[in-house]
């Protein structure tokens, strides 16, 4: 996608502070964290959102998922836990449009959610 961020991201036109890539998948350090630890995977391939993520493109989500859980490893928040975060469309407050799951940790976390 031209002017998707993300993709920009991906191709290196946007510099990152990388934490993880793979041919399907790149990890990245948000650029606004909202907790200690605040990590986005995102897919190489552009979807909006989870609403666009073909059934057959199923295991991408797996893999981020699975990457998700492995760099929380790294980073030392496995046993005390984290939160994994996939806003979709408006009301979620999706604000870039390529799918993304948030890893947040590092904090005590809320519940209910803002
Ligand atoms: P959303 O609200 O769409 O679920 O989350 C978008 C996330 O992307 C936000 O947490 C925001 O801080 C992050 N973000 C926006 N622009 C950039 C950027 O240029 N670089 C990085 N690393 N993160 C960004
Ligand atoms: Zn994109």
């Known amino acids: 996608m031209e002017d998707c961020l993300f993709c920009k991201i991906i191709k290196k036109e946007i510099p990152a502070q990388i934490v993880y890539e793979n041919e399907n998948m790149v990890a990245f350090e948000d650029i606004n ?8 995977l995102i897919p190489r391939e552009h979807f909006s959102s989870l ?3 073909p059934e057959e493109k199923k295991h991408i989500l797996a893999e981020l998922l699975l990457a998700a859980r492995q760099i929380a490893k790294e980073k030392g928040i496995s046993k005390r836990g984290y939160r994994i975060v996939l806003n979709t ?3 979620s ?8 799951f948030h890893l947040l940790g590092g904090r005590q976390m809320a519940w209910p959610p803002g």
Do not use: M, R, S, Y
């Open 33 to 40: 964290p909202q907790a200690p630890i605040h990590v986005l």
């Open 51 to 53: 609403n666009d993520i």
């Open 89 to 91: 469309e408006k009301d």
């Open 93 to 100: 407050g999706q604000a870039v449009f390529h799918i993304h």
